[in-house]
């Protein structure tokens, strides 16, 4: 039950607090301290004492590093996305991603031209060590999927660039039982949040506590659609905005025989920043955005891992993924 007082911003973290659901501590990455968490949500003392006082997972600092407690930056994030504070970076920077979505649709209807650049770095640089990526691809499903590039190289830091064009579509679900099965899915009160890669793939275990990400949302969408008899595939890629962020969505053939995108994920995402009725029904349920640029990992895959060759064999080393992106 809420403890907050009457201050709208106050009550408004409390309530992204009682339905906060923590990473789990198997999977936690407990980096920052608490200096670095606060100016994160961007929030007041009243509310960081509300937020560590109330359940914001802490654990102690690794030895040899500063005295202090650290915080997982999911378990942030989480907790800024919901807050309705429009304050913090989480969503001050998901919103300027998604502002295309209060677009109207016809000027998704386009071809981009980009440049991406990726800088892939180590972690845990130990010398040489294997590298693997799988590159952008099509909107059409090659057949058989490509194969993803390897090569090994003792640097710690790698750079890839790509061209790659993106096609945006407006349009609508024209079969009535695909409609209403999709619109029965995207009616259920999930909360978006980020996950580890091994909690999100389990996409009951994210259900069954109200929560969503793209690809939890993309596996347990196929498998309900696939079931009612529709023709799926689960699609990755990456969105470009004012970062290039990693996403998966689902296409569905629908009784015109194209291909239309289901974006479970944006869907929820955008109704939690900009208010339900702030985006038009087809945005993410029949029309794509000219910002998503397909790839070609299998969904639940990282496009991009390493490991270097003193790391054990059944283990990657942690990377650091950034992309940047350029009109053509």
């Known amino acids: 039950m809420s403890t907050a007082g009457t201050d709208p911003a106050e009550a408004g973290w409390q309530a992204a607090l009682d339905r906060f659901v923590p990473v789990p501590a198997a999977h936690a990455r407990p980096e920052l301290d608490a200096t670095a968490a606060r100016h994160l949500l961007r929030c007041s003392p009243r509310v960081w004492a509300l937020l560590t006082d109330g359940g914001l997972p802490a654990r102690p ?22 807050s309705g504070s429009r304050t913090s970076v989480p969503e001050v920077a998901l919103s300027l991603a998604l502002r295309f979505a209060r677009q109207d649709l016809r000027h998704w209807a386009r071809e981009r031209d980009w440049e991406l650049r990726t800088t892939l770095t180590c972690l845990r640089h130990r010398g040489e060590g294997h590298w693997q990526a799988w590159p952008p691809g099509s909107y059409d499903t090659p057949a058989p999927a490509p194969a993803p590039r390897h090569w090994s190289d003792p640097g710690a830091v790698q750079t890839l660039r790509h061209q790659v064009r993106t096609r945006g579509v407006h349009a609508r679900l024209e079969s009535p ?19 580890p890669a091994a909690v999100r793939a389990d996409a009951d275990w994210m259900a069954e506590r109200g929560l969503v990400d793209c690809v ?33 969505w689902l296409d569905v053939r629908d009784d015109d025989g194209r291909w239309k995108s289901v974006d479970v994920a944006h869907h929820h995402l955008a109704r939690t920043l ?40 059944d283990r990657t080393c942690p990377i650091d993924c950034q992309i940047s992106a350029a009109s053509r």
């Open 274 to 313: 900009f208010g339900p009725d702030a985006v038009a029904p087809e945005a993410f349920a029949g029309s794509r955005p000219d910002r998503l640029v397909p790839g070609t990992a299998p969904v639940g895959e990282e496009p991009f891992t390493h490991r270097c060759l003193t790391a054990p064999a």
């Open 216 to 248: 939890s949302g993309t596996l347990a969408l196929a498998r309900r659609l696939a079931a009612a008899g529709h023709e799926v595939r689960g699609r990755t890629g990456w969105l470009v905005g004012p970062q290039v962020t990693a996403h998966t």
């Open 61 to 82: 600092a690794p030895a040899g590093e500063r005295a202090g407690e650290r915080y997982d930056g999911r378990d942030l994030f989480n907790l800024a996305v919901h």
């Open 177 to 195: 039982r695909l409609r209403d099965g999709i619109a029965d899915a995207l009616a259920r009160p999930l909360r978006y949040v980020r996950m």
